[in-house]
C-alpha cells in the first residue's frame, strides 16, 4: 500500500503559507521558524547589520555548534562563507557599492545584496513524500 503525504509549511508569524525554515541562534540557543518569502527577508534585512558586524565562529576548531564538537576545521563553512562574501562583493560593485576587498561587507550592502537575490532563494521543496 501507498501512502501520499504532503507538506504544507505555515509561516509561525501569520499563520499564510511558508516558502521556507530558516535556522537561527540567539545567545547560544539554536531556533527555527518557517517564515513566508516577506518575513524571511525581513528577519535577514533586519539581521544584516549585526551579521555584518559580528565575527563568524562557525569554522573556529573545536566550536560546539549544534551537533556537538568539530571533527574537521571547518573548511566547508569557511569555503562557503568566502565564495559567498566574493559574491555579495561582486555584485556589489556592479551595483554601485564601494566595498573594499577584505573585511566585514556594510550591513547595508548585505541587505541589499539578500534582497535583490531573494527570488533565487532556496526554498523547501513541498511536493509529496511517499512512503510505503
Do not use: C
Not at 539581521?47 to 573545536?62: M, Q, W
Not at 568539530?70 to 562583493?89: I, W
Not at 547595508?108 to 534582497?115: K, P
Amino acid at each position: 500500500m501507498a501512502k501520499i503525504q504532503t507538506v504544507r509549511l505555515v509561516d509561525d508569524l501569520t499563520g499564510d503559507e511558508a516558502v521556507e525554515t530558516v535556522p537561527f541562534a540567539v545567545d547560544g540557543t539554536h531556533f527555527e521558524i518557517e517564515l513566508s518569502a516577506a518575513n524571511a527577508t525581513a528577519l535577514r534585512e533586519s539581521l544584516a547589520p549585526f551579521v555584518a558586524a559580528a565575527r563568524d565562529i562557525s569554522s573556529r576548531p573545536g566550536h560546539r555548534g549544534r551537533h556537538g564538537p568539530r571533527s574537521s576545521g571547518g573548511t566547508a563553512s569557511s569555503t562557503a562563507t568566502r565564495e559567498r562574501n566574493q559574491a555579495v562583493r561582486a555584485w556589489a560593485r556592479q551595483n554601485g557599492f564601494t566595498v573594499s576587498e577584505r573585511g566585514r561587507i556594510p550591513g547595508e550592502v548585505v541587505a541589499a545584496y539578500q534582497s535583490a537575490n531573494q527570488s533565487h532563494a532556496p526554498t523547501q521543496d513541498t511536493a509529496p513524500q511517499f512512503s510505503g
